[in-house]
């Protein structure tokens, strides 16, 4: 007799054989293998040990920018020091097999793009970045890393106007990138497959696009550790580490399997 686990998997491999245009949604789950926390599992979420409209909406940062760099500091040391996990190569795996079309993360960390992504919709912005809210001036990370990273070098500050810089992730209290937005909610309704990994589905409006693509008629596989508000109209749900269920879904794939031995073979 075959374990939920694996039922699930060849449930899994069938609806992506079939599927002429699949898409992924990805969430912070995605990331903790990689070292980085999530924000609401228990015991070890952010949000646990921190009120998020006093340390990462926009309006706080406005009042208190240094309450905020204090609170992302050590989140953003994790995640420039992370590495992918096999979650995210596995994915960008079927992306170059092309069984995926494109993907849509809530994260920030850059960690989909370094394994190899190439069509993502970054939601909620990226760490790699930063902006001066008073004069629109944008930074690379390197002219403001030491300042995000190092506590006791200051803030980083605007070389033209002096103004404090805000990172380009999306903070409470702020709009969506609207071209971003617009460019997803496309891949959403255009999707018959949409495979939902680490993501809570808690964070609007980002978490309504899996819910867009269902009821315009796509398949939905969501992969996460704790149960979802869609799981009850999902195809196949599997409540595990997405770090271990997605490259045992790869791996069942035989285009995937044959890019991942080419590579094995260049290294």
Same mark, same amino acid.
């Given at each position: ?27 912070? $789950?995605?990331?903790?293998?990689? /070292?980085?926390? =999530? ?5 070890? $979420?952010?949000?646990?040990? !921190?009120?998020?409209?006093? +340390?990462?909406?926009? !309006?706080?940062?406005? *009042?208190?920018?240094? !309450? ?35 993907? %849509? ?13 190439? *069509? ?12 001066? &809210?008073? #004069? ?12 995000? @990273? #190092? ?6 500050? #605007? ?5 404090? &810089?805000?990172?380009? +992730?999306? @903070?409470? /209290? ?16 255009? #999707? ?5 990994? /680490? ?31 869609? =799981?009850?109209?999902?195809? +196949?749900? @599997? ?6 269920? @997605?490259?045992? %879904? ?6 995937? *399997? !044959? ?6 073979? +260049?290294?």
């Amino acid at each position: 007799m075959q374990s939920s686990e694996e039922q699930f998997i060849g449930a899994t491999v069938r609806l992506f054989r079939r599927a002429r245009h699949a898409v992924a949604f990805t969430g912070a $789950g995605m990331s903790t293998a990689s /070292g980085i926390p =999530d924000f609401r599992s228990h015991g070890t $979420g952010l949000w646990e040990r !921190a009120d998020p409209m006093e +340390v990462a909406s926009l !309006a706080s940062f406005r *009042r208190k920018p240094e !309450a905020f760099y204090e609170w992302v500091r050590p989140l953003a040391q994790r995640m420039f020091a992370a590495e992918p996990n096999s979650g995210h190569h596995a994915l960008a795996a079927l992306e170059r097999a092309g069984f995926l079309a494109a993907l %849509i993360t809530q994260n920030i960390d850059q960690l989909h793009r370094r394994a190899g992504s190439q *069509r993502m919709f970054e939601l909620h912005g990226d760490i790699s970045a930063a902006s001066c &809210l008073s #004069c629109g001036r944008t930074y690379a990370s390197d002219q403001f890393r030491e300042q995000l @990273l #190092c506590a006791g070098t200051g803030l980083p500050t #605007c070389a033209q106007c002096r103004s404090v &810089l805000k990172p380009d +992730v999306i @903070l409470f /209290g702020e709009i969506l990138p609207e071209k971003t937005m617009r460019e997803a909610q496309q891949a959403a309704l255009r #999707c018959d497959l949409m495979l939902v990994a /680490g993501s809570s589905l808690q964070v609007f409006p980002a978490a309504d696009l899996p819910a867009m693509a269902h009821r315009n008629g796509a398949a939905l596989i969501i992969i996460n550790r704790e149960e979802t508000q869609l =799981d009850h109209a999902a195809n +196949v749900v @599997l409540h595990a580490d997405v770090a271990e269920a @997605l490259p045992a %879904i790869a791996a069942r794939l035989p285009a995937v *399997r !044959a890019v991942h031995t080419r590579e094995t073979k +260049v290294t």
